[in-house]
């Protein structure tokens, strides 16, 4: 199956899962604030004139001052280079995808700051030394173009069963932006297609209709996007053609998240054009365009659920609400993939049966679908813990069973596609480096092709996991990774690192980075597993919806309050770090708890619940947030809104604001914002803003390297240190 169209996941996670001062005196940066109508309010609304030469000026100017401190720190410059040298290590698994037999990868060093696309036979991949070659090189192509150009990903396409070459399109990001260009590149030549299909830079999605044919979702023109900044109209764009004559086939609604093109692809071949209309951020209507008929049809599937592939004439749903299908007496619960009969509803344009394919246990949490030739293959998280299940329909249902893999840690399948027997499974925990594994969907031979060798110094280190005991009961599980004989007396450094929103799960994950520059200096590490996340299915996140917010809030707090209850560290020597969704957590704790953490990093946050709305991608959250519009829900937003409840004379923990000018998905305002009100205070703070980067604040490795280096330098000042 093939399914694309832009991901529904705004928010990611600006430090996935393992990321992550003396207090100087205050510069004299903010002008005086121009007072009006519009501003009485908030005086701080000219921050978010993303380059206005004024908020500009601002920004270098904390940046000059944060970065002199913290780049004189003792620690900075061995915390920059050995974040270097792990995110720049030829020491690092090549992931890539495979088709024909070859092995197509991305990959970034020292020398190849922006990355090269190369590929390799399959069986020079399972090498120690694969030879590669040079498919795109993007720091050429950017130096040639006088572009920052940030590699997106390539979408390729060729027939089924065809033996004409692959056409991809490249998404290509000046600076590291969510709007893109996108460009059509043969894999056979290695060169962008002459008079091939172009796109301007935009927020955008696309779909192959054939090998000269593009579904389309753009920015159109005036009064094309919606509210939220993304298209709402589809349009059938043939090769040889301008955009601009391509043909609607699709217009949604200005209120809409969302519509973006989506195809399915038949297992014979054949594919069925359609699009993906998101109504609001967790529901979204499917459709299909039959042949010849000029009327679009729905996919029988509920709002909040999701096509997963199609795997033996079956269309693969996985639900987020509970669903009795049309005409059956089953009720399918929330969490559970089902599966009807792709033929016979093109056929009546009527829901077949319905069948269950998996339905997880309270511990349970489906993660993933995918199809390989002729095998269906299922992530499934337990207890946090992610494991990978093969699916075989039987005349008495369906049968799972795991696939045997070394160890217990967190395995998820990395590539697979119903044209190739080989799957890529990764493997990996706290402690142990990634292993690529290689699965044969038809022998089920596991091997491992790829381990790395440790990157930092585990010895004494051990993973436990615990279960704190939220406001209402609810028992809350976190992994601590720290010292096997950790001193139970609060004196170790610890940092507690939370996310809590959009059904994202934060799983066990080895990170180089945190390992040399927070476990090698004797701190401990802990991931919460809140409410909010998807750690347990869709009900773990809808617990923490809107005006349930709170739940999350609480949930984190209880686990630090678990931390030093048990002894593991105290108020004093506790850290938090959070980004994006987890950027707004920090905000929150710093207002709700301030007394109980000692270090607060900040990671391109939303802050101002109040206008978030308003601030480039953010009308899409509303149902994640609540709507400052709707008097309920504001209600309960001004509560937690942590630049409305900003408190001057409360005694803050030291923060440090981390974000990025090119971040077109949630606005450099919000830190910016509160920074001011910090620095109007005359509250000490630290704030870093990387002028190009997008929603990760980092456009290539050595700007990652820096960005963790000034994190965990700023960690270490706040926490201490125990070696």
Same mark, same amino acid.
């Given at each position: ?10 928010? =990611? ?5 393992? /990321? ?26 000219? #921050? ?89 090189? !993007? ?11 940030? *590699? ?51 927020? %955008? ?26 298209? !709402? ?6 090769r040889g053609t301008p955009l601009d004559a391509a043909e609607e086939v699709i217009r949604g609604e200005g209120d809409d998240v969302g519509v973006w093109p989506m195809t399915l692809e038949l297992e014979d071949g054949r594919i069925l054009q359609g699009a993906a209309q998101a109504d609001t951020f967790f529901t979204t209507r499917y459709w299909w365009f039959p042949d010849g008929e000029s009327e679009p049809v ?22 987020? /609400?509970?669903?009795?299908? &049309?005409? /059956? ?12 009969d792709v033929e016979t509803f093109m056929e009546t344009r009527a829901l077949p049966p319905v069948s269950l394919v998996f339905h997880p246990s309270e511990t349970q949490a489906l993660k993933g679908v995918s199809t390989a030739k002729g095998a269906l293959l299922l992530g499934v998280g337990d207890t946090a813990v992610g494991k990978v299940m093969r699916a075989t329909a039987s005349d008495a249902g369906w049968m ?13 399948? @990395? +590539? ?7 799957? !890529?499974?990764?493997?990996?925990? +706290? ?7 290689? *699965? ?8 491992? #092709? ?5 990157? +930092?110094?585990? &010895?004494?280190?051990?993973?436990? /996991?615990?279960? =704190? ?72 996140? %809808? ?40 950027? #707004? ?26 206008? *978030? ?29 942590? *630049? ?40 000490? +703070? ?22 963790? @280096?000034?994190? !965990? ?11």
């Amino acid at each position: 199956m093939r399914k694309i169209f832009a991901p529904l996941s705004f928010l =990611a996670l600006a430090a996935c899962g393992t /990321q992550t001062p003396t207090e100087t005196p205050l510069a004299d940066t903010l002008p005086p604030p121009q007072v009006s109508e519009a501003t009485a309010e908030d005086p701080y609304l000219w #921050l978010e004139e993303v380059e206005g030469e004024a908020a500009l000026d601002w920004v270098r100017n904390q940046n000059d001052r944060s970065l002199k401190e913290l780049k004189a720190d003792p620690d900075y410059a061995g915390y920059e280079a050995a974040a270097i040298e792990a995110l720049t290590s030829a020491e690092r698994i090549p992931y890539g995808s495979i088709r024909d037999g070859m092995v197509y990868n991305f990959w970034q060093d020292e020398t190849h700051v922006r990355g090269l696309w190369r590929r390799t036979t399959l069986e020079s991949y399972a090498s120690d030394t694969p030879e590669w070659e040079t498919i795109l090189d !993007f720091d050429k192509l950017a130096e040639e173009e006088g572009k920052n150009w940030v *590699y997106k990903g390539a979408d390729c396409f060729r027939p089924k069963g065809s033996d004409i070459g692959y056409k991809c399109m490249i998404s290509l990001s000046n600076g590291g932006k969510d709007a893109i260009v996108r460009r059509e590149f043969d894999l056979a030549t290695k060169q962008f297609v002459d008079d091939g299909f172009v796109t301007p830079e935009a927020k %955008q999605g696309g779909a192959w209709a054939s090998p000269d044919t593009l579904l389309i979702a753009t920015d159109w023109g005036e009064e094309t996007l919606t509210a939220s900044g993304y298209p !709402f109209i589809v349009k059938r764009w043939d090769r040889g053609t301008p955009l601009d004559a391509a043909e609607e086939v699709i217009r949604g609604e200005g209120d809409d998240v969302g519509v973006w093109p989506m195809t399915l692809e038949l297992e014979d071949g054949r594919i069925l054009q359609g699009a993906a209309q998101a109504d609001t951020f967790f529901t979204t209507r499917y459709w299909w365009f039959p042949d010849g008929e000029s009327e679009p049809v729905q996919w029988p599937i509920p709002p909040k659920s999701s096509p997963e592939g199609i795997h033996e004439g079956r269309l693969l749903v996985s639900l987020k /609400q509970d669903w009795t299908p &049309t005409g /059956q007496e089953t009720t399918f619960k929330s969490g559970d993939l089902v599966a009807f009969d792709v033929e016979t509803f093109m056929e009546t344009r009527a829901l077949p049966p319905v069948s269950l394919v998996f339905h997880p246990s309270e511990t349970q949490a489906l993660k993933g679908v995918s199809t390989a030739k002729g095998a269906l293959l299922l992530g499934v998280g337990d207890t946090a813990v992610g494991k990978v299940m093969r699916a075989t329909a039987s005349d008495a249902g369906w049968m799972l069973e795991p696939i045997s893999l070394p160890g217990t840690g967190q395995a998820s399948v @990395a +590539f697979a596609s119903d044209e190739e027997d080989t799957v !890529f499974i990764n493997y990996e925990d +706290f402690l142990t480096p990634d292993s690529l594994l290689s *699965y044969s969907a038809s022998t089920g031979d596991v091997k491992t #092709l790829k381990s790395l060798p440790p990157k +930092f110094d585990a &010895t004494g280190l051990s993973v436990t /996991q615990h279960f =704190a005991t939220s406001k209402d009961g609810t028992r809350v599980p976190y992994f601590l990774v720290s010292k096997a004989d950790l001193p139970l007396d609060g004196s170790t450094p610890t940092l507690l690192y939370g996310y809590g929103g959009f059904q994202v799960s934060l799983n066990p994950s080895y990170s180089a980075v945190t390992g040399r520059l927070w476990l090698e200096q004797g701190g401990a590490y802990v991931l919460a597993n809140i409410r909010g996340g998807g750690e347990f299915g869709p009900e773990w996140h %809808q617990a923490g919806l809107k005006q349930n917010r709170k739940r999350i809030y609480d949930d984190f707090i209880s686990v630090g309050e678990d931390l030093i209850e048990r002894g593991v560290t105290s108020p004093e020597h506790l850290g938090i770090m959070g980004g994006s969704n987890g950027g #707004l957590l920090m905000g929150v704790m710093l207002n709700q708890r301030p007394d109980l953490w000692n270090a607060v990093v900040v990671q391109v946050p939303l802050l101002d619940m109040m206008r *978030y709305h308003l601030l480039l991608a953010g009308a899409s959250w509303v149902d994640e947030y609540g709507s400052p519009e709707v008097p309920d829900e504001r209600a309960f937003l001004e509560t937690i809104s942590p *630049y409305q409840n900003f408190d001057a004379t409360k005694d803050y923990p030291v923060p440090f604001f981390v974000t990025s000018t090119k971040d077109d998905r949630v606005h450099p305002g919000h830190a910016r914002k509160m920074a001011a009100k910090f620095e109007a205070a005359g509250l000490p +703070f630290y704030y870093y803003e990387n002028i190009d980067g997008g929603h990760s604040a980092a456009a290539n490795q050595k700007e990652r390297a820096k960005r963790s @280096a000034l994190e !965990f330098t700023y960690l270490t000042k706040r926490l201490g240190r125990t070696n």
